[in-house]
């Protein structure tokens, strides 16, 4: 505290400390507008050489007569003032400050915030700007004579500047404070309404030939900046930040903050002290009764409709407007509040395509950084939505109801069709140099760009079922440990449905993009990165409530993942790169050289779809609480006949199977009996057994002679050789089940001898040499008990 008690001072100059009267206000003084009772500490300006100056121009402009040097004064003084404090932001020492000092106190510099007196009079500004915007000759009231021909918006540069020291001023919890009291929010949500008013007038204007007047466009570019200013003087206020920490190119207000991504970043609400976390709460409630959530729903729908009728551009406003919005939605009256508005449906209809200045014929005049910045623009509206709905099954319900579903599910899936459609038009028109001009649908995103966003994408869907810091988590144990706040089980369990039913849509929707061609490796990245994130997401969700089982089963969980869209979809080069992406998600991946070096260890894996998706199953079937896990084995036997071709898939298949009956024994033994369980592994190992025979009919030699002359190992004998390995393993992992199976019941013993099939497969099974010994140990066990239970009825 040495610093702070530095910093203050309790008989400061009276060059530095101007005395507390209310100062002049055009128009009028304000009511309340006493700064005795504004919020303490009081601050003033110090007598250091920038501040100092600022303190003698705060002077001039409270010692002018007229009108006249009073506006002359305050616009030096506000340039002056941006010139000093463009970079500004409060001290760390802001905290301490507001805790220990009493009303009595002055703290002297602006480290902390600024003079209430200096707050109060650009609040008043902004009163005038709002007059002069609503009063101009193209505001909805003016007569149609002058809408043809509109007039300039009668603002100055200064009063712009305003703003900007608006923007700056809001950086601080302190001036937050005096802005609030001094009615800044309903101020500002007033502008807000004149400005996104004029906006619908001015761009009504524009023909859509785009031949609109000169003075039009001047005055969207005004209402543009003014605009700006506006949502992040409303995101500075709620967060005490910056609009979020984003790409400085978006807004000049923020340049002070350095950021390298395009995804917008916020603090984890888990490290936000205290303080900020009341005054968040504190802030959204100013808005929503003020109304200005409400004007930037509006706003947001303005911006919409200009974007379809590509009189639209400038990404700036649609993305300040979203992260200012994505801040007002904290707890159920915000989300209530929000729904009431049509919040949810402007949501919907942002998350689509934006405009058909996307399309592949406009393809060659998008750069790959704009193709970025409309993705992440896409990642903030589902953001948004989730935060809009999560625990509120009311609010999840509009998501939930007829067309919705595959509204959502198409919206969130347009990527994959234009991507698809960037190689069908390649493909089709390969010797047009007009399209060979574009960057090939390939180059859409480098890898590990796409890479991020299918993560991020994946990562916003699953939080509509648990918090998003749980669903990045690498750990079950620690992803439940960090949940702290209780979920509704109605929410979990409508959100569970909802998600299947997703799901379901999303991966149609992409399988179709393969009808006509091999699928794009982008695709193919999307749609395992967004089925790994899912399966991780519902085992986690069961670990938590053991009860959704029955939910996950009524939706069909087993014929989503175990489908060809998911479990069967893709090709091993693409899970290859997908397997080295996902482990490396907190590495910068450059290019695809990483995925060709890996090629061969990782081709003697499983892929890691498989063993999630297996997990999850295994998981499932044997938790406490399941009585029965008939669907499970089901999905797990169907799985098996359909991967009979890949032994290492099966092995896991197979492996899974002895987990379950170990764990869950009495449950899987019921299972197998209604399943003819037994039966069908063995005939699946009869199937490895003859194609094992086939693939050694046939002649290869061991050694082929290169076109220069050198001896080399045939790579198709050395490949036969690992196939050859991996199906041992599996019929043996087979006759192990089975005499784990026989082993532990004395019923499915009965079962297995009184089986023709059974026993047809056994003894099918012995034209393998390799098996022969634990065949006939399998043969005799089992005769031996036949023998045994026939002695027994003839005693």
């Known amino acids: 505290m040495n610093l702070v008690r530095g910093l203050l001072r309790k008989s400061p100059n009276p060059a530095a400390a101007p005395a507390p009267a209310s100062p002049s206000v055009r128009g009028g003084c304000f009511p309340g507008a006493d700064l005795d009772d504004a919020p303490e500490p009081r601050v003033v300006f110090s007598d250091s050489a920038e501040e100092g100056v600022l303190n003698t121009l705060w002077e001039d402009y409270e010692n002018a007569h007229d009108q006249d040097e009073k506006e002359k004064a305050l616009q030096i003084f506000v340039l002056k003032f941006l010139q000093t404090f463009r970079d500004w932001g409060p001290h760390h020492i802001e905290q301490s400050v507001d805790q220990e000092l009493g009303s009595d106190e002055i703290v002297v510099g602006c480290s902390y915030g600024h003079p209430s007196e200096v707050i109060l009079i650009l609040i008043q500004e902004i009163s005038l700007i709002t007059s002069t915007i609503t009063e101009s000759g193209t505001s909805p009231e003016s007569s149609p004579k002058h809408l043809d021909q509109p007039e300039p918006l009668e603002l100055s540069t200064e009063r712009l500047h305003v703003l900007e020291c608006l923007t700056i001023l809001t950086r601080s919890m302190h001036n937050c404070k005096v802005f609030s009291y001094y009615g800044g929010v309903q101020k500002v949500t007033s502008l807000l309404k004149a400005a996104v008013d004029q906006l619908k007038t001015l761009n009504g204007l524009h023909a859509v030939d785009d031949q609109s007047s000169g003075q039009a466009v001047e005055n969207t570019r005004i209402m543009l900046k003014i605009l700006i200013c506006i949502i992040t003087i409303i995101s500075n206020f709620i967060k005490l930040e910056p609009t979020v920490t984003r790409d400085p190119h978006f807004s000049d207000t923020t340049k002070y903050v350095p950021s390298n991504s395009y995804l917008a970043t916020s603090t984890p609400e888990n490290i936000i002290p205290d303080v900020l976390q009341h005054w968040h709460q504190k802030a959204i409630v100013l808005l929503l009764e003020a109304g200005s959530v409400n004007r930037l729903v509006e706003l947001l729908r303005v911006i919409q409709r200009l974007n379809l009728k590509e009189q639209w551009t400038d990404l700036s406003l649609h993305f300040t407007t979203l992260c200012a919005l994505r801040s007002t939605i904290c707890g159920t009256r915000a989300q209530n509040h929000f729904k009431s508005i049509g919040g949810l449906e402007i949501l919907l209809d942002g998350l689509g395509l934006p405009s058909n200045k996307f399309s592949v014929s406009k393809h060659s005049s998008i750069s790959r950084d704009e193709r970025g910045e409309i993705l992440l623009v896409q990642l903030l509206y589902l953001e948004i939505m989730c935060e809009a709905v999560f625990g509120n099954a009311n609010n999840l319900q509009f998501l939930c109801e007829s067309g919705l579903v595959h509204k959502f599910a198409n919206s969130i899936s347009w990527p994959a069709f234009m991507i698809q459609e960037f190689h069908r038009q390649k493909d089709n028109m390969r010797t047009s140099l007009a399209l060979d001009s574009i960057s090939g649908p390939i180059h859409f995103l480098d890898i590990s760009e796409w890479h991020d966003y299918s993560v991020k994408l994946s990562t916003s869907l699953c939080s509509f079922i648990l918090p998003s810091d749980v669903v990045k988590c690498s750990s079950d144990e620690i992803a439940v440990s960090q949940i702290s706040v209780s979920i509704p089980s109605a929410y979990q369990e409508q959100s569970v449905r909802w998600m299947i039913r997703v799901l379901l849509t999303v991966f149609l929707c992409i399988k179709t993009c393969a009808c006509e061609s091999e699928l794009p490796s982008h695709i193919k990245i999307l749609a395992k990165t967004i089925q790994l994130y899912t399966i991780r997401t519902f085992r986690r969700v069961l670990v938590l409530a053991p009860a959704l089982l029955t939910a996950f089963r009524e939706e069909g969980v087993w014929d989503l993942i175990f489908s060809e869209d998911c479990f069967y979809f893709g ?157 041992l393993t599996c019929l043996k992992l087979s006759l192990s089940l089975l005499k784990d199976y026989v082993t532990i019941s004395s019923d499915g013993r009965i079962l297995v001898l009184h089986n023709a099939d059974c026993i047809e497969c056994l003894f099918n099974l012995f034209q393998e040499e390799n098996l022969r010994k634990e065949l006939v140990e399998q043969v005799l066990a089992l005769f031996r008990v036949k023998l045994c239970l026939s002695q027994i009825s003839l005693w």
Do not use: W
């Not at 899970?575 to 450059?590: A, G, K, L, M, P």
């Not at 063993?611 to 089901?634: D, M």
């Not at 190992?685 to 046939?698: D, I, K, T, V």
């Open 571 to 727: 090709s091993s080069a693409e899970d290859i790169q997908f397997h080295i992406v996902t482990e490396n998600q907190n590495d910068s991946v450059r290019n695809n050289k990483i995925a060709t070096d890996s090629e061969s260890s990782y081709r003697t894996d499983v892929n890691i779809l498989h063993v999630e998706a297996i997990s999850f199953l295994e998981f499932a079937a044997t938790l406490n609480e399941n009585t029965y896990n008939l669907p499970e084995c089901s999905a797990l036997l169907d799985a098996l006949e359909h991967c009979v071709s890949d032994a290492v898939v099966v092995s896991i298949l197979l492996k899974c199977c002895r987990v379950i009956l170990q764990l869950a024994t009495e449950q899987t033994l019921a299972s197998f009996k209604s399943l003819d369980g037994i039966t069908r592994v063995l005939k699946v190992a009869c199937l490895q057994a003859q194609g094992l025979q086939n693939s050694r009919s046939l002649p290869r030699p061991d050694i082929v002679i290169d076109k220069d002359g050198f001896r080399e190992k045939n790579i198709e004998m050395t490949l036969r050789e690992d196939r050859t390995g991996h199906t």
